[in-house]
Nanobody, 115 residues
Framework: QVQLVESGGGLVQAGGSLALSCAASGMISGLNDMGWYRQAPGKQRELVATITSGGSTNCADSVKGRFTISRDNAKNTVYLQMDSLKSDDTGTYYC?????????WGRGTQVTVSS
């Protein structure tokens, strides 16, 4: 069994910053990609950013230059630094981890950006 525990969500004004983290534990041998998706009310879940175990990253165009993804392989933890937040960034942010080809999800953390 795999557990992904997210933390760091909250309420922030537009232009502000938040930092999310997600720690993986349990049966995580073979852990590869980790990253973040988000889902706004009434919209589909969308990719925010991903990072491989080797450190290669990919970000959605909408967050490039504002969000930074990183990870600590020793702690099996992925981070998302979010700067210059906009109201469009509001949503539930879900951590994911790909383990031996299987994608596991966290429960999500709410990010609300007030304009």
């Amino acid at each position: 069994q795999v557990q992904l525990v997210e933390s760091g969500g909250g309420l922030v004004q537009a232009g502000g910053s938040l930092a999310l983290s997600c720690a993986a534990s349990g049966m995580i041998s073979g852990l590869n990609d980790m990253g973040w998706y988000r889902q706004a009310p009434g919209k589909q879940r969308e990719l925010v950013a991903t990072i491989t175990s080797g450190g290669s990253t990919n970000c959605a165009d909408s967050v490039k230059g504002r969000f930074t993804i990183s990870r600590d392989n020793a702690k099996n933890t992925v981070y998302l630094q979010m700067d210059s937040l906009k109201s469009d960034d509001t949503g539930t942010y879900y951590c994911y981890a790909r383990i031996l080809g299987i994608v596991c999800w966290g429960r999500g953390t709410q990010v609300t950006v007030s304009s």
